[in-house]
């Protein structure tokens, strides 16, 4: 049973910064993509960023240049820093992963909510 399980979320102003984490239930390594998601009120899911086994990271635009993504492969977790956040970041963030193979994100953890005041 494959789990994922997001922390770290809260309530943050203006300018602040937030620590997400997603604890996986087995090795980051084994993954094709680990990504950060996010689905803000009325809005559709969004890739927010996304590393691959081999290390390539990918960023949105919105966050490039604040948000980074990264991961401990000893404690099988990946990372979301986000700094300079704006009102625009509130959203749930979900972590996802992507089997070797797979054309799709597999596997999905509940979520953690990210509000942001101005």
């Known amino acids: 049973q494959v789990q994922l399980v997001e922390s770290g979320g809260g309530l943050v102003q203006a300018g602040g910064s937030l620590s997400l984490s997603c604890a996986t239930s087995?090795?980051?390594?084994?993954?094709?993509?680990i990504g950060w998601f996010r689905q803000g009120p009325g809005k559709e899911r969004e890739l927010v960023a996304q590393r691959s086994s081999g290390g390539t990271i990918y960023y949105a635009d919105p966050v490039m240049g604040r948000f980074t993504i990264s991961g401990d492969s000893a404690k099988n977790t990946v990372y979301l820093q986000m700094n300079s956040l704006k009102p625009e970041d509130t959203a749930v963030y979900l972590c996802?992963?992507?089997?070797?193979?797979?054309?799709?994100?597999?596997?999905w953890g509940q979520g953690t909510q990210v509000t942001v005041s101005a």
């Open positions: 087995g090795r980051t390594s084994v993954w094709r993509f």
């Open positions: 996802a992963a992507q089997k070797t193979g797979s054309v799709r994100y597999d596997y």
